[in-house]
């Protein structure tokens, strides 16, 4: 998946007025509707929002920021956010939940409700990270060469 691009504001554009009220939202017209061919911001707070249901439940997994998520299931049920279907087909190979965010480009509080709607549903497994197991202790070491010293 490759990150969008941005787009950038030439020097030489002349500045648009600000109507009273503020400047209005990037991608949407004056009436504060999206433009043809755009896509509404998701970071809007009342579109976060819908896609975590309301907070409803209250319920959430444990996950953190390095916990791994892998897809249980390939093809995406048909019930599901299309959110979660983009995680479903991320998940294919182990992704932290900070990576899902960064490529979802939702905040992490978003990314783990829709992650513990798919936990609970089963479609994904959360694994913790794996950790580089610790070197033995020297004196440890030192007592395993003795012993196999005196044999």
């Given at each position: 998946m490759t990150p969008p691009q941005r787009r950038r504001r030439h020097p030489t554009a002349e500045p648009r007025e600000v109507p009273q009220g503020g400047p209005p939202h990037e991608g949407a017209s004056p009436e504060g509707t999206p433009q043809e061919g755009q896509e509404q911001d998701p970071k809007i707070p009342g579109r976060l929002y819908v896609l975590t249901g309301g907070g409803e439940g209250g319920d959430r997994a444990d996950l953190d920021l390095v916990t791994l998520i892998v897809a249980r299931a390939d093809?995406?049920?048909?019930?599901?956010?299309?959110?979660?279907?983009?995680?479903?087909?991320?998940?294919?190979?182990?992704?932290?939940?900070?990576?899902?965010?960064?490529?979802?480009?939702?905040?992490f509080s978003v990314v783990t409700?829709?992650?513990?709607?798919?936990?609970?549903?089963?479609?994904?497994?959360?694994?913790?990270?794996?950790?580089?197991?610790?070197?033995?202790?020297?004196?440890?070491?030192?007592?395993?060469?003795?012993?196999?010293?005196?044999?």
């Open positions: 093809p995406p049920a048909p019930t599901t956010q299309p959110e979660q279907s983009v995680l479903l087909r991320l998940c294919k190979a182990p992704l932290s939940v900070a990576e899902l965010s960064a490529y979802l480009n939702l905040p409700v829709l992650l513990t709607e798919l936990l609970t549903a089963e479609l994904v497994q959360a694994r913790a990270p794996i950790v580089r197991s610790a070197l033995p202790d020297r004196s440890l070491l030192e007592a395993v060469m003795h012993g196999l010293q005196k044999l």
